[in-house]
């Protein structure tokens, strides 16, 4: 079995896989600070939640966009899993082009994203990411990792504005009856939420401008995703499981060379 592992900012996702299907997904706070006993402990828990034995998992692939968990976090693998994990880098095989200028400060998130969308909905394809910022990856039909915006996510433009204004509280982020709102925590939540709406429509409409890709896919991803996806006819598809599915995918191109 392969174990999936997406650490991001804020959150780290884990999908269990038996092949290509995915048995269960688990997620854990990033920004607590843990050693590897810690994360093995963890880890053993969720899994054997699901029936399975850590002893079934033969191997482990990892995404991480934060460097300073990553030696705890290989170590429990090494400890408690007894496997050597695949990181995944711009230098793994992908079936994606990356003709950027330096595709070495590509995060692996969206390494992952770029080679999920582009594996399983064709190109061209606009892969965007709900997630602690908000990133917007243009793929041609031929694979070639072409562009990418990434604009400040819900939940940080959120911390700003209550971290910031000493009178605006902190709030659940959730669409409003109404953009017309008529006191503060709605009022908020407008901002917050039509905000990102309007950014996505616009960039979007606008990276396929200047790509000259009309018919371009936009498939959406992120755990906010899902407060945006029926607010807006700019998103094609919402597959809220596609990091994990790439991880996956991005393990079976690259396991006879690990």
């Not at 997406?6 to 997904?25: A, H, P, Q, R, Y």
């Not at 562009?147 to 902190?170: H, R």
Request: with cysteine; hydrophobic share 45%.
């Amino acid at each position: 079995m392969l174990l999936a592992v997406d650490v991001g900012n804020t959150n780290i996702t884990l999908g269990l896989f038996k092949e290509k299907n995915l048995m269960g997904s688990f997620r854990l706070t990033t920004k607590r600070p843990r050693t590897s006993d810690e994360y093995g402990t963890i880890l053993r828990s969720m899994v054997e939640s699901t029936g399975v034995s850590m002893e079934s998992i033969d191997a482990v692939v990892i995404a991480s966009v934060v460097p300073k968990i990553m030696h705890s976090l290989v170590n429990s693998i090494r400890k408690y899993i007894h496997v050597e994990p695949f990181i995944i880098t711009w230098e793994a095989e992908t079936g994606i082009k990356f003709v950027t200028d330096n595709p070495a400060q590509i995060g692996a998130d969206r390494i992952v994203d770029a080679a999920a969308g582009y594996a399983l909905y064709g190109g061209p394809v606009l892969v965007i990411d709900f997630g602690t910022a908000t990133t917007y990856d243009l793929i041609s039909a031929e694979g070639e990792f072409l562009a990418c915006v990434i604009a400040p996510g819900i939940q940080i433009s959120a911390n700003a504005l209550w971290g910031e204004a000493a009178k605006l509280p902190e709030i659940e982020i959730k669409k409003p009856e109404s953009i017309l709102a008529r006191e503060t925590v709605s009022s908020m939540q407008a901002g917050l939420v039509y905000g990102q709406i309007g950014q996505t429509e616009y960039i979007v409409k606008k990276m396929r401008k200047e790509a000259g890709m009309d018919r371009v896919k936009v498939v959406a991803t992120g755990g906010l995703g899902v407060i945006l996806v029926n607010e807006t006819q700019a998103i094609d598809q919402y597959d809220p499981l596609l990091t994990l599915k790439g991880l996956q995918i991005l393990y079976e191109k690259n396991k006879d060379k690990i």
